[in-house]
C-alpha cells in the first residue's frame, strides 16, 4: 500500500519528511506546497481517490480553520495525520489527527512518530541529519555552531526540492558515509562566494517603509530567504523587520527584535507562521496587477 504527503516545498524541514518515507521504503506519493497555495490545493489532492493509500500526511503547512473542520468530516480521517510547529495552529490541536509542538520542526516531529516501530530509521546518521534539520528551521545552528545543517540549506537551493530528496535518499541509505561528501564541499565552496554577491547586491536594493507603526525594509528575492533575512536585519539594526517578495511565490517576513509580531502581520495577510518568520501568499489578481502596472494599457487574452 502507498502513502500520500503533501509538505512545504520551499526548505529542507519541508522536504525531509518525505525522505524520511523514502527511507522506510514506502510507496509514496509527494506534493510539494508553497504556503499560499495550501487553501486551494488541499482539497483538492484530498478530493482523489484516497483509498489505494494507507496513510495521508501533511507535514510543515498550516491549514485554515474551514480545512481542519472539512478534514474532520471525512471518513479517512483515521489515516490521515497532519504535523505542525506553526505557533498560529495552536488552535488546530483539538483536533486527534494534528501533531503539533512549536519547540520542534516538522521533520523532527515526523521523524519521532515514524521512528515508533521501525527500527531501520533509528540509525545514528538519520537521527544526525533530522537534528541538522531542526537547527537549521529553527534557527539553532548558529548558537550551536552547526555549519552542516546551514551546508544542509545550501545544497537545498543549489540541487531544488526534487533532487534534494532524490540525492538524500540515496546518501542517507548509506550508514556510514558522510551527510555531505567532497564534492558537495567544492561546490559550496563557489557557492559561497556567489551568495555575499547575492546579498551585496540585495543590501544595496532595499527599499524602506512604513507599515502599521513599523520600519519595513522591503526586497525582491527569490533565494536564500531565512539568511537574507537575517543579514539584511543585521545591517539595518534601525529597521523592524524585512520583507522579502519573490512574486512568482510569496511574502517572507523576518526579524530579529523581541517586541516584533510578524505572525500577527502575516496572518493579517492571510498567512501564518512564527513570531519571528513568517510568511503569506500571493494572489494570481495581485501577479496581474504588476503587469498591468508595467505595461499600462495591456489587457488579459488566453493562449
Ligand atoms: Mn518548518
Redesign the pocket.
Known amino acids: 500500500m502507498k502513502d500520500m504527503i503533501i509538505t512545504?516545498a520551499k526548505?529542507i524541514?519541508?522536504v525531509s519528511p518525505v525522505i524520511l518515507l523514502k527511507l522506510l521504503g514506502r510507496d509514496v506519493d509527494f506534493y510539494l506546497l508553497e504556503v499560499g497555495e495550501v487553501e486551494e490545493k488541499v482539497p483538492l489532492l484530498l478530493k482523489e481517490d484516497l483509498d489505494i493509500y494507507e496513510n495521508i500526511y501533511i507535514t510543515?503547512l498550516s491549514l485554515s480553520n474551514e480545512l481542519y473542520e472539512w478534514i474532520d468530516k471525512k471518513p479517512w480521517k483515521e489515516k490521515f495525520h497532519l504535523f505542525d510547529?506553526?505557533i498560529s495552529q495552536q488552535y488546530a490541536s483539538v483536533y486527534p489527527f494534528v501533531t503539533l509542538d512549536i519547540t520542534e520542526?516538522?521533520?523532527s516531529l515526523f521523524y519521532r512518530y515514524l521512528k515508533i516501530g521501525s527500527e531501520s530509521i533509528s540509525i545514528p546518521k538519520i537521527e544526525g541529519y533530522v537534528e541538522h534539520v531542526r537547527n537549521l528551521?529553527l534557527w539553532h545552528w548558529v548558537e550551536k555552531q552547526d555549519f552542516v545543517a546551514k551546508k544542509l540549506g545550501d545544497l537545498f537551493e543549489i540541487y531544488g526540492n526534487l533532487e534534494y530528496i532524490e540525492h538524500f535518499v540515496q546518501n542517507l541509505e548509506k550508514p556510514n558515509t558522510s551527510i555531505i561528501d567532497q564534492s558537495e564541499e567544492e561546490l559550496l565552496k563557489i557557492e559561497e562566494g556567489r551568495i555575499k554577491r547575492y546579498f551585496e547586491r540585495k543590501n544595496e536594493q532595499l527599499m524602506t517603509f512604513r507599515y502599521q507603526n513599523y520600519k519595513m525594509g522591503v526586497v525582491y528575492a527569490e533565494n536564500y530567504r531565512s539568511e537574507l533575512g537575517m543579514l539584511l536585519q543585521e545591517a539595518h539594526p534601525e529597521l523592524d523587520f524585512i520583507a522579502m517578495i519573490n512574486v512568482s511565490g510569496g511574502v517572507s517576513l523576518r526579524t530579529q527584535k523581541d517586541d516584533v509580531d510578524l505572525e500577527s502581520i502575516a496572518s493579517s495577510l492571510g498567512g501564518g507562521g512564527h513570531k519571528k518568520a513568517s510568511g503569506f501568499g500571493i494572489s494570481e489578481e495581485q501577479r496581474i496587477d504588476i503587469i498591468k502596472q508595467i505595461f499600462v494599457d495591456v489587457e488579459e487574452d488566453s493562449i
Open positions: 512545504h526548505d524541514d519541508g510543515d510547529h506553526h520542526c516538522a521533520t528551521d
